[in-house]
């Protein structure tokens, strides 16, 4: 009833994927409760420790989001500074976009049927 | 505006309603309908308008009384649909009634106002509500333009 | 209750017209008296919509004739083809409806408490009930010319509420982009029916199919249908008015939006399939449709990544999952004249397009009115400034990452449910569409951790200690999507089956669409 | 409808009207002048309909007083008259529109008054 693909390689059940869910969980619970068990609240134990260092106040130890993945976007530079000047927010270059898919639809369609 | 335009605008005013009435209750027989009728009126409020200036013409049209007539419009147009729903949404159930009842010759003919039905009602309907709309709307407009706000 | 289900299809635009009337006089009466209309008004209507779609599957389409002298009298005596306005509800339609339906619900119970401290609520009210009839209009209408109407009445609602909040600039400037774009679009959807109106002297959809050539002037008109359709669902190279107003509308108002762009989806479906069909160039006009797709969900993540507001990030994520469904509705179309293909991967493809696009509007919506909660309490939708909302907001927090996981395909949610049937059908077709559509789907669950660490996650900043969880109607609000959409993760075989199938079978059948509005001519 | 170029005049005239309309809204960075062109391309599709419903011998379909004859259907007529109250609707709501952003921001220019990009 709930399997929705079969295709002779592979299916999709969410019964099936959340019993074999529980049962990886069930599995990890077990190593977990063989660990250390001592652990007591309110102590340097449960405290930030930066090797040794100062910890710095919330405001300057959160990771915000303009500075996640910088990584990323240093690699794809030249496919973002491309992109982002597509991005003008102008109203007109919204109408120029539209005019530019109707005209190229248009043409394509032309094309195929003069190929035909 | 000088003292002749405000006379002239407040005498015309008159002959605009006439009009735009007009227009809007024989919408079922001649060109015409709410919406122009409506719209008639609504530029007798822009000729006010121009002749006395949005500060003045905001004390006399108030803001809520426009709404409620703008709703009721609309209100009478969707009950009058909503009464056709014995048989069908829309249904003209008024045909051979009392009211509107009359059916008219097919062909040319003089024209005669009691006919069509539920389709007087609506322009009627219709011509309150965009009489009120516009209006407020221009007048919104007209206020804006000159740096108030409508009232709330 | 057959006679209400008869007239049903009507009543479900009527009454959120009548009550939009009728939210004005009653608000000056009383507030309460007000939303507790509106609210029970638009449950009627989902129940109607759901009573609607059960007879609808059950019994076959649905035709309703305005104004005749039996709701089925599509063609009048001594006339051969319909004159009157005609609503034809099938399979899609219904689906469409029941999107709808839930989102309308949703969004008011939201705006209860939302948009309490704003003024002019009564005129918030009306707009949002007309903009929901002009949506149901657009899904429900038999006809090509009240599809336009009900498309500018969508647009006009849509862009006044956008701008609703008068204070602030950037939301001014989302109304006019909104209605400028509306404008252009229905302008030319319009000059296209005229187009098709020159030839055929025919406004009905079926009608026209029966009397389709697809001549030259059919091909213009095809083209400015897509393109004008494509523009208002969001379709990348004209998707840039969709991050512009879903982030500045109030967000009950955004999730409509969503369902208003579904609207123009289901109008683009409606007329590809169903108008014109299997007379059009089908691989060409499949493949326009696949591109539109696949450089959506390409550029839409891509920009989604980079996105420092939270609505903003939502915004083009909703861009990328708006490709999905064009590929997998492309690869219907591509391959519906063969009908081989079609029964292997054809209708699994519109079957995984029109899941998603459900699940779309629930997950979309349920990030979407978590964002509206953020912005309700801080002030700021930048995620710059967010951090540590999850030690106080603990229901929002678990909202969110429900719609992230959901929306980036993480099983057993339902995104996955739909992405996999959408993935399967293509790689038939043509591999490098899954490779790229698994590719983006990674990429979007990069966007969703980046949003949820940076504003949830964290040491909890000082400037937010004082700030407490979302009044309950909001969070009630946002349990309904959260419900909907674990129950599409867990049982996606029972709404394929209910809903999906029924939908595609519709879609994918012209001849009993032709028949139910012309009848059994030959 | 006749085979002749002034038989198809109008429908040329609505097309140069489109292009008028679509040339000010890509090239005319003035929001007034934008809106406009939304009216001009309004105005151009107005046009082609009622184009379509020309009827030569035809009599308009208001039958008070009217000469005998055959009448003509008016549905594009009354799809004309559909499309003027939406675009009355339309115009009214963005001139309000612009005229908050023109408070808001203070310009008037659609590449300065802009403040979402990217």
Sequence with gaps: MTLIVESGYEFWNPIIWLITFAVVMVIVYFFRKRGEAKYKKGEDQTQIFLCGEEVPVAEQRHVRGGNAYWGFFETLKEYYDGIVRLHTGVVNDYVVWFVAVTAISAIILLIAELVR | ?152 | MATLIEHSSILIIAVPLLIAFLTPLIGMASKKARNSVVVVGLAFVAFLVFALARDVILNGIHIYTLGATSPSLAIPEGTMVPVRIILEVDGVSVFMGIVVAIVSLVAVIYSLSAMKGETGQNRFYTLLLLMVAGTFGMVFTGDLFNLFVFLEITSISGAALIAFRTKFADSQEGGFKYIVVSAIASLMVLFAISLLYAQYNLLNIGALAAAMQYTMLDRIALVILIAAFAMKLGGVPMHMWISDTYSVAPVSITVLLITASQASMYALMRICFILYGVTLDLAVVGWIVIAIGILGMFIGVTMAVRQTDITRLIAYNCVCEAGFMLIGLGVGLAVLGDRTDLGTFGTTAINGAIFHMINHALFEGLLFLVAGAIFYRIGTRDLNQMGGLGHTMKFTAGFFLLGALASSGLPPFNGFASKILIYESVYQFNPILTIIGILVSIITLAVFIKAFFSAFTGALLPKYEDIKEVPKTMIAAMTIFAVFIIIFGLFPGLILDWIVRPATDALVDQASYINAIMGAIP | MTETLSGNFPLVAAVVLMGIGLYILIFRRNLIKIVMGITILSSSVNLFLVTLGYRAGGIAPIYTDAPEGPMVLPVVQALTLTNIVIAVATSALILSLVIRIYRHTGSLDSKKSRRMKG
């Design chain 2, 1 to 152: 505006m000088s003292k002749i335009v405000r006379t002239v605008a407040n005498q015309l005013m008159l002959f605009v309603l006439v009009f735009g009435l007009y227009v809007i209750i024989h919408g079922h027989v001649t060109p015409g309908g709410g919406f122009q009728g409506g719209a008639i009126i609504a530029s007798g409020v822009v000729m006010l308008i121009v002749a006395f200036g949005s500060g003045h013409i905001k004390k006399s049209l108030r803001e809520r009384r426009l709404s409620v007539v703008e709703s009721s419009g609309a209100l009478l147009f969707i009950l009058v649909a909503f009464a056709g729903i014995g048989t069908v949404f829309f249904f003209n159930f008024l045909v051979g009634s009392r009211i509107f009842g009359g059916i008219p010759p097919t062909g040319p003919n003089p024209g005669d106002v009691w006919t069509g039905g539920v389709i007087p009602l609506m322009n009627l309907a219709v011509g309150l509500k965009v009489m009120a709309g516009l209006s407020a709307a221009v007048l919104a407009l007209a206020l804006f333009s000159s740096g108030e706000e409508m009232e709330e």
